[in-house]
């Protein structure tokens, strides 16, 4: 059993705290939120994620975790602090590294003994010095500093700690990289034992490569628009090949959320301010941008013009499973359809509180169909389950005219057009609604 302590209790650090308690360690999640801090010292949860409510109680109960807002109580003792605060995107595209920063200056008034510092945050590259050095000017306890990026989803999060394909951990300070290994052993994943730069890149590389295949299918998604092949069997096709393998291929609205889009802008900037031309990086961010455009872009042909029209939106949140609306395509969709003059409406299954505070000018509904109703157009924007098999001849006589924009390819052209809709979807032939 170690004592660990996990700065920042998010989506990252309250499932690394969670787990690492799971795994029978005596863990402390610290956050500077006071609200999020109450919360969770309530038994109620200030993120949703789909079974970490059970892992926190059951490790609540057990004694193995607790939360605080004080570095005072969670430092001192503890042999491993995680670092898992948000590094948001400044806007030059650098990431922001002012939580990172308070987080390791505060963390060192508070050491009392040696203890291995781990990054869990994504960092720009050569942050675990930057770290060490901060922690290093505060005190004369010695430290070590290893960099562990995370690569766990929101929505699938606990499957992704405990199921980890790998677990990366960078350190010029070999034993300490060890001892970190130690805590991940009962997952039986792969470990890679880097230095800190390479294992900060690793984080950033397959973040850009995630991006760069779905940008790379919307791209060929557009080409299957003109020429009138189906991106969805173009990818399937593609997939079975395990040179290429299947995730990642859908073609959509793109990607956003808390980490691709910041992410793949801080690589971008890395590269040009260190001389390089990421000439791919810079498109795939450009054909992500367009995608959101496109779905607009698709509403206004089918509707002629978009002012006093009612849109509904279906989904909110960036990706089904998760409360996160940060940078989802949502709120740029409905900026441009506000812009053009229409009403947005928008229902989804999680992410309402959210949605109330990033989106105030818009409706929000309490399910699809109230949403639809009236409706001229409706934007499927996340394809959450429960909208896979949703009644479709409710949702076509709610709605004043039947016209449905699948921006996540989720239905079948074939079945919306028996419904009776007027179907447009991303890179797939359009059939004709039957009489
Ligand atoms: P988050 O915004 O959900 O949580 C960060 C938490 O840190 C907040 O609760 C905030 O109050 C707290 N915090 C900020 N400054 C603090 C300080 N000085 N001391 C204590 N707490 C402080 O962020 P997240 O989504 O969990 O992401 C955390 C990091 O992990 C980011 O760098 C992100 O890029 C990376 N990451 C995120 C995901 C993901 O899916 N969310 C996946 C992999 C990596």
Redesign the pocket.
Same mark, same amino acid.
């Given at each position: 059993m170690a004592r660990v302590c996990v700065?920042?209790?998010?989506? &990252?650090?309250l499932t690394t705290g969670a787990c690492f308690a799971d795994l029978g360690n005596d863990v402390v999640c610290? !956050?500077?939120?006071q609200e999020?801090i109450a919360r969770l010292n309530r038994g109620e949860m200030p993120?949703y994620e789909p079974g970490l409510e059970e892992v926190v109680e059951r490790n609540v109960r057990a004694g193995r975790l607790t939360f605080t807002t004080e570095y005072a109580e969670a430092v001192p003792g503890a042999e491993f602090l995680f670092i898992? &605060?948000?590094?948001p995107q400044s806007p030059n595209g650098h990431a922001d590294m002012t939580?990172v920063e308070?987080?390791a200056a505060?963390l060192a008034q508070h050491l009392v003994s040696p203890a291995i510092v781990v990054n869990?945050?994504? &960092?720009p590259i050569g942050s675990a010095d930057f770290v060490a050095s901060i922690i290093r000017r505060a005190t004369s306890v010695p430290v070590s500093v290893v960099s562990n990026?995370?690569?766990?989803?929101?929505g699938t999060?606990l499957h992704d700690f405990m199921q980890a394909d790998r677990v990366v951990l960078g350190s010029s300070e070999r034993e300490a990289a060890e001892r970190v290994a130690e805590l991940y052993k009962p997952l039986g994943c792969p470990i890679v034992l880097t230095d800190e730069r390479t294992s900060e890149m690793i984080k950033y590389a397959s973040n850009a490569f995630l991006a760069t295949k779905i940008s790379f299918i919307n791209e060929i998604a557009q080409v299957c628009d003109r020429l009138g092949a189906d991106v969805r069997e173009v990818a399937r096709g593609m997939g079975l090949d395990p040179r290429i393998a299947p995730a990642f291929l859908n073609a959509g609205i793109g990607w956003g959320?808390?980490?691709f889009p910041? !992410?793949v802008r801080a690589l971008e900037y890395m590269a040009s301010i260190h001389g390089c031309h990421p000439q791919l990086l810079r498109a795939v961010i450009e054909i992500n941008r367009d995608q959101r455009i496109h779905v607009v872009r698709l509403a206004r042909e089918t509707l002629g013009n978009l002012r006093g029209t009612e849109i509904a939106l279906l989904g909110l949140a960036f990706k089904p499973n998760t409360d !996160?609306m940060r940078d989802a395509p949502s709120l740029e969709i409905v900026e441009l359809l506000q812009h053009e003059g229409a009403r947005v409406r928008g229902f989804d299954p999680a992410a309402a509180d959210n949605a109330r505070r990033l989106l105030p000018g818009i409706e929000l509904c309490r399910d699809a169909y109230e949403a639809a109703d009236g409706a001229d157009a409706l934007i499927l924007v996340t394809e959450w389950n429960e909208f896979k098999q949703i009644d479709l001849g409710r949702l076509r006589r709610a709605m004043r005219r039947p016209i449905v924009i699948d921006g996540r390819n989720l239905w079948d052209p074939e079945v919306m057009a028996e419904a009776g809709f007027e179907y447009r979807a991303i890179g797939r032939p359009t059939k004709v609604a039957v009489p």
């Open positions: 700065i920042g209790t998010g989506y &990252v650090g610290l !956050d500077v939120n999020k993120i898992a &605060v948000n590094t939580y308070q987080a505060t869990k945050s994504t &960092v990026p995370e690569f766990l989803r929101e999060a959320g808390s980490c910041k !992410d !996160d």
